[in-house]
């Protein structure tokens, strides 16, 4: 591997992007099962709940910060993001990014 790379890897590793999303159990990490419930793991036509398999980590952190800081309002997201620190809330985001659209 060239000299580049190996750092970006470890960054990658430490920093709880894709390298660790890869490793997390098939289900997802720690968590995730509070997602799936409501966001669908497969493509449901007539559901008003996005699914966020397949987006990008950084757009669903972001939006789960939004949620615990009250920033947007909601009925359940709030209480469900309140729940996740920065570090799991990340995890929980690397793993639905890699996850199949």
Known sequence: ??????????????????????????NGPPGASSCTGCHAPMKVTDS?????????SADIVTAMREYRSDAWPSSVMGR?????????TEA???WFAVQPE
Do not use: E, Y
């Open 92 to 94: 929980i985001a690397a």
């Open 48 to 56: 008003v709940i996005p699914r966020i398999a397949g987006r990008k």
């Open 80 to 88: 469900i993001a309140k729940g996740f620190d920065d570090q799991q």
């Open 1 to 26: 591997m060239g000299r580049l790379l190996l750092p970006a890897l470890a960054l990658a590793f430490l920093s709880g992007g894709p390298a660790q999303a890869a490793d997390a159990p098939p």
